[in-house]
């Protein structure tokens, strides 16, 4: 480990304040952690929302410093952990919220449970855009939906950050996807293997008609919530249909579902860093996530334009403007 006793980070002190460049004191781990210099930090929507402080769900107080997902290398480990040894390159959801430090700094001192060996066939930049959006994907499709081969899957926002891994996960697991986008990805939707199906052009009836003899889907995938959740109710199988939703907010008529004796699952990807409770699940599907990408099963779409602290602004500015074409990476300072 470096003999350096200070780090940077950037901070924020108010919402929608702007980012300031600190210096404190590198934490050493304890029982249970590992110290990690920060190589990479990814954008999702949640950032910015906690930025703006709009995301009371995240708990995450000012002064903060934000980055929910991290990729980098272990240069330090509490007295118990085996299974992480100093040089590993980790990637993990690790922080920026319910009060802990977020990746935006040098170094990040994280619970071992939340890391795993970050993939060996891709560079920490591209391992610092998977873990939120993959967990999330992961915790609706394989833990609260249980895709297997010969189901029918439709993703809606397939383009999307978590809706790109789920049809590829998916794929992954042997379903036929089909997957909801706008025209301008309609390659991009087929060439991840799935059905490309038009919402702005193509109505509920439309589609199940032609794609499911008018029997629904085994599982939907809702990743985008508002309206496309409501027509999710409307698109599962009737008995065994499963709708799932990463963005469930707002207020829906369950009818259609009930009329259809369908079941519904919600995803809270946070809740491992909020509670402390199941947070080695988080560590486990990114040891099966890194299988996935290694055997070419798996790979997140970046944004090629490249970002670090001086540019973190018009980083988080252009996720904001939706002008980014994948998952925007910040490379941390060295």
């Known amino acids: 480990m470096s003999t350096q006793h200070s780090m940077q980070a950037l901070q924020i002190t108010e919402p929608n304040g702007s980012f300031k460049l600190i210096e404190q004191a590198i934490p050493q781990p304890g029982i249970g952690q590992v110290l990690v210099k920060v190589a990479a930090s990814s954008i999702n929507p949640l950032d910015l929302k906690i930025r703006a402080g709009q995301a009371a769900h995240a708990k995450q107080p000012f002064p903060t410093i934000l980055g929910i997902d991290m ?73 609260r939906a249980r ?45 991840l293997g799935a059905v490309f199906i038009d919402y702005q052009h193509t109505s509920v009836g439309q589609y199940l008609a032609e794609h499911t003899d008018n029997k629904g889907f085994d599982i939907v995938f809702n990743t985008t919530g508002g309206v496309s959740l409501d027509q999710a109710f409307q698109s599962v199988k009737t008995y065994t249909g499963h709708v799932v939703s990463c963005l469930g907010w707002g207020t829906h008529s369950i009818a259609p579902l009930s009329f259809r004796a369908a079941s519904y699952s919600g995803v809270f990807t946070l809740m491992p860093l909020l509670t402390g409770q199941s947070r080695a699940h988080h560590g486990n599907i990114l040891r099966q996530a890194s299988q996935l990408t290694e055997q070419g099963l798996l790979n997140i779409r970046l944004d090629p334009q490249e970002f670090d602290f001086e540019s973190l602004d018009q980083a988080y500015e252009k996720v904001a403007t939706a002008r980014n074409s994948g998952k925007v990476v910040v490379t941390v300072a060295a």
């Open 147 to 191: 895709v297997a081969a010969g189901h029918k899957v439709l993703v809606q926002g397939g383009a999307g950050g978590v809706g790109h891994v789920a049809v590829q996960l998916a794929k992954a697991f042997g379903a036929e996807v089909y997957a909801t986008a706008s025209a301008k990805d309609a390659d991009y939707i087929r060439s």
């Open 71 to 143: 990729a980098g290398e272990v240069v330090a480990t509490g007295p118990d952990i085996t299974h992480f040894a100093v040089a590993d390159k980790v990637y993990g959801m690790t922080g920026g919220v319910a009060g802990q430090q977020g990746a935006l700094a040098q170094y990040q001192l994280v619970d071992a449970d939340l890391l795993a060996k970050a993939p060996s066939n891709i560079n920490l930049r591209q391992a610092a855009a998977m873990p939120l959006v993959v967990i999330t994907a992961w915790e609706g499709l394989v833990d």
